[in-house]
């Protein structure tokens, strides 16, 4: 901990005193037990991070496969069985093991150092979220390298995902590998909402909290809303696969868009849950990097906070195409383009904040202008979709596939990217490496426009999406072609930066505490931040605490020997109570082995949830057994 | 035969423009109805862009100029008004965006008269495809091949036997589902005689790649015609060959899927095949339908479109050139 943002009525000796006080508190065993068992925010979001970005590169692998198949026409490379596996286990990977659990993992690392508290709210909860993700993400590749995954697309439509369509147990592990991330997903957005709403520094009011905590709060919040509709979807599909229910099955009275209903109520929130944490990452950047407050805060809060909302009034134009009365469409048409609007303040926001400042054109801000110039277009491209009759043309083609993969890759993939280099420097104490880095942003950005712009024109040309191969003479030859050599851009951009992280880590320059002179509380501890992450809790006077003050003030008076936080109101962040947060513990583990064989187990038999669940229940007690030591104060 | 490989890099993407299969080439009025709105949304879309990224270009400009400490709060009320009129024109464009897909959607709803029925029902992986008509007799059925006449506006009912397809004829409209349990009505209007490409665009499963609809637009006498020599039933087999094949059909498994109006073959699983002869592709175009081709997918139909449900029937070399005589004499 430097000393250096404290008051200097604290004396060395008794700084000193404390620190050693609180290290040995919130230490984790030692070795490799401690790694199991540990409940620190930091660990486990260092793990959460990396597991993700290893799942990114995975379903980058597959889409490259994908990509080299489709560059010629009637290419051999495979069939349709395997291509369609592929594909399916891309849209998987990169939406449920990749996109939303990688912002969650970016959160649960950040949010409480950024929120000024020492760990993140129901710390084994979140110990347990990282083990089931981990054991969801392992169950679906080990199934498809045994031939058994999914084939039916990442959005798994009835009747074809129906056991009479997609017989065998394909489709029960993917419906599965949804159970599995969707407890990850909504455990981790309950701590965040605890967290922030909770555990901010005092004097953090929410007039005053960073927007990146606006964005995972807003985030948090769609997660919760939004994943029981999945999850009620897919175990749905699973009964009627398993133990014969009809509610898609139309010949029994059950309905086959129901399922769509069901999906696309989560799965178009579901592309805001990836995209407003990006949001928050940008106005970060853009404020550090511009050396100047986001311009019109208030406008971009309540940007966000619309967004949330509006994000759940438009699943619709995911199905213009099904044959819904056209009334109720335009309704869902109007919805879709007023979205647009959030996004536009933001932008300007964001390029008035540059403009009006002294920007530092580092690689963070780099990809935040990359992000600028493809999100724009994709953005665009999404009120053309939004509009019935031309989405009657667009829709389930390949110009589809450049939108969402202009609004994905440029709208959360490339802020992603700005807030590695970004935060880097704070979660390793080393700096990435600024050529590198450079060059990095630029193939990638360049591999990202040859690959997806061509797909405009392909899908206007008549090419559908989720083909294995095509005829030749149809004029998809060429651009084809072309939107391959990018993918294997994409690849070597990917490269650099994993080079770029493994070089930096052994021999990266040193950080210090804030490299970037940014704003906000994660850069007023060491790099990395120690086990407790602040030896005095601050307190906060502005919207820019490291840049208005010297000195930050200091909550004093706690010995350091509990492991306990300081629990904040919700709205004016007064310190309220000191709350006890649990030791390490075994048990999230244990219980999310438990699940896993619930889960599995109920692949095969429905007998597994009612056996599974023996264990699950032996371990959650253990998991909650009251120790002496706890008491709530 | 193959053109040298740089013809096909320059004429490919000019081949595109005018292409059987192309939202960019409208040959009816819904899509040119379609079209209007993608050029008006085109228009609008590129200038906020342009303007976007030229305010983002200025901005990085000024900011590499910007050394010492700028008066920031200075520019706070300029930025501020500039921002309410950015909101003022985004809200005015995408109102102008909103009310124009409204507008071009109740278009396409106007109602039609002198209107030809034809039903079209997808089945994994090809289309069956039926011109009603009030005597039951004179129901004309076929497959993978629509046929319609120019000028003139067609009602498809869409209909599904198995999983969610979606019919789309880019030239002609936009596509729609093909949902179980529902019966949808696409409407096309054709106006530029010629063929055109439809294809399946929701994913179906295996073949979802091979379940393509060869769509032919006639003029109003052409197309009577057409359907005149198709209500007829199968020309009988002529030669020995072809009477040979005509036995092997009813013999082999082939009779338990397929029609062939005028001989025993009256299945209805897979294509009726009565006017096999004159269709254009095979396996819902999955190949040009040549005898080579026909024979190499009765030998083993998964060797041209992997994963369809017709099997391999077994039967002699000499069979099956039988087999291939009968079906290309079914013109």
């Known amino acids: 901990m430097s000393s250096d943002h404290y008051a200097p009525t604290i004396q060395p000796a008794e700084l000193a005193d404390v620190e050693a006080r609180l290290a040995r508190t919130w230490a984790d065993p030692p070795g490799f037990l401690g790694w199991l068992m540990t409940v620190d925010h930091k660990r486990i979001g260092r793990r959460y991070i990396v597991t993700a970005m290893v799942f990114f590169v995975l379903g980058g692998l597959l889409a490259l496969a994908m990509r080299t198949q489709l560059a010629r026409p009637e290419s051999g490379l495979m069939g349709p069985d395997r291509y369609n596996q592929l594909f399916s286990m891309h849209g998987s990977t990169m939406m449920f093991l990749f996109a939303v659990p990688v912002m969650e993992a970016v959160a649960v690392y950040i949010v409480p150092l950024m929120a000024g508290t020492r760990n993140i709210s129901f710390p084994r909860l979140n110990a347990f979220s990282y083990w089931i993700y981990l054991c969801g993400g392992v169950t679906i590749f080990v199934a498809f390298l045994l031939d058994i995954g999914p084939e039916a697309g990442w959005f798994a439509y009835v009747p074809l995902s129906s056991s009479a369509y997609s017989p065998g147990k394909r489709t029960d592990f993917w419906a599965q590998l949804i159970t599995f991330t969707e407890v990850a997903a909504l455990a981790v957005a309950v701590e965040l909402v605890a967290t922030i709403l909770k555990q901010r520094a005092p004097g953090m009011t929410l007039g005053r909290m960073p927007l990146f905590l606006w964005a995972m709060l807003v985030t948090s919040f769609m997660v919760i809303f939004a994943m029981p509709a999945v999850m009620l979807a897919s175990s749905f599909l699973i009964s009627d696969r398993l133990v014969g229910t009809q509610f898609f099955n139309v010949a029994e009275g059950g309905d086959a868009l129901l399922w769509q209903h069901l999906f696309w109520f989560f799965g178009h929130p579901e592309v805001y849950i990836i995209f407003i944490p990006a949001l928050g990452m940008i106005s970060t950047i853009v404020a550090t990097f511009s050396r100047r407050p986001v311009f019109a805060y208030p406008y971009m809060v309540l940007a966000l906070i619309a967004t949330g909302f509006l994000a759940f009034g438009l699943w619709v134009h995911h199905m213009f195409a099904t044959g819904l009365p056209h009334l109720g469409n335009s309704f869902y048409t109007a919805a879709s383009i007023t979205i647009a609007l959030p996004s536009a303040v933001q932008i300007f926001a964001w390029i008035a904040t540059i403009w009006s400042g002294r920007p530092r054109f580092a690689t963070p801000l780099l990809f935040v202008i990359g992000f600028l110039a493809i999100f724009v277009l994709g953005g665009l491209t999404g009120v053309m979709v939004a509009s019935v009759p031309l989405d009657l043309q667009l829709h389930d083609t390949y110009f589809v596939v450049a939108h969402f993969h202009y609004v994905l890759i440029g709208g959360a993939v490339f802020p992603l990217f700005g807030a590695f280099y970004y935060w880097f420097p704070k979660i390793t104490g080393r700096l990435l490496d600024e050529t590198l880095g450079k060059w990095n942003f630029w193939l990638f950005f360049v591999g990202f426009n040859v690959t997806f712009f061509p797909m405009h024109y392909l899908g206007l040309i008549g090419m559908p999406r989720r083909v294995y191969t095509y005829p030749p003479g149809l004029g998809w030859d060429l651009w084809n072609l072309v939107a391959t050599i990018g993918a294997y851009l994409i690849a070597i951009s990917a490269l650099l930066f994993v080079f770029n992280v493994i070089r930096s880590l052994r021999s990266g320059a040193r950080a210090g505490d804030d490299p970037w002179q940014a704003p906000d509380l994660e850069w007023a501890t060491s790099s990395p931040p120690p086990p407790h992450n602040f030896t005095y809790l601050p307190i906060v006077q502005s919207a820019e605490p490291l840049w208005h003050s010297d000195e930050i003030p200091v909550v004093r008076g706690a010995t350091g020997d509990k492991r306990e936080v300081l629990l904040t109101s919700a709205v004016e962040a007064a310190p309220g109570i000191r709350w006890q947060m649990p030791e390490p513990s075994l048990w999230p583990l244990v219980s999310a082995l438990a699940l896993t064989v619930l889960f599995i187990w109920s692949v095969f038999s429905p007998w597994g949830v009612v056996w599974g669940a023996i264990p699950v229940a032996i371990a959650l007690t253990f998991w909650f057994w009251p120790s002496k030591s706890e008491q709530s104060e | 035969m193959r053109p040298a490989p740089w013809i096909a890099v320059v004429a490919l993407p000019l081949a595109g423009c005018a292409g059987v299969q192309s939202a960019l080439d409208p040959a009816g009025d819904e899509a040119a109805t379609i079209g209007d709105i993608w050029h008006l949304m085109l228009g609008v879309c590129g200038f906020m862009f342009a303007l976007t990224m030229l305010f983002l270009a200025w901005a990085i400009v000024r900011g590499r100029r910007a050394r010492e400490a700028d008066a920031e709060a200075r520019h706070e009320p300029a930025l501020s008004l500039a921002l309410h009129g950015w909101i003022a024109l985004v809200v005015a464009g995408l109102a ?153 059909f009813v013999q082999k498994p082939c009779v338990m899927c397929h029609a062939i109006r005028g001989s025993d073959a009256a299945a209805s699983t897979g294509p009726d095949l009565t006017h096999f002869a004159s269709r254009a592709t095979l396996g819902a175009g999955a190949r040009p339908l040549t005898r080579e081709a026909l024979a190499m997918w009765l030998a083993d139909p998964n060797r041209i479109k992997p994963g369809v449900h017709m099997p391999a029937v077994p039967m002699t070399a000499a069979e099956r050139d039988r087999l291939v005589d009968y079906l290309m004499s079914l013109e």
């Open chain 2, 96 to 248: 102008v965006l909103a009310i124009a897909s409204f507008l071009v959607d109740r278009r396409l709803l106007a109602p039609a008269t002198d209107v030809l029925r034809v039903r079209v029902t997808g089945m994994q992986w090809w289309w069956r495809v039926e011109y009603p008509s009030d005597d039951p007799g004179r129901t004309l059925v076929t497959a993978n091949e629509l046929h319609l006449p120019v000028d003139r506006t067609s009602e498809i009912e869409l209909r599904t036997e198995d999983v969610i397809h979606s019919l789309w004829i880019p030239n002609l409209a936009g596509k729609l589902d093909l949902v179980p349990g529902r019966v949808n009505t696409l409407r096309v209007t054709p106006r530029r005689i010629g063929g055109f490409r439809g294809q399946c665009a929701e994913f179906c499963g295996l073949d979802h790649a091979w379940m393509a609809l060869d769509v032919r637009v006639e003029s109003a006498d052409a197309f009577e015609a057409w359907r005149q020599r198709h209500l007829a039933p199968a020309k009988p087999p002529l030669s020995a060959g072809e009477r040979e094949g005509a036995q092997l």
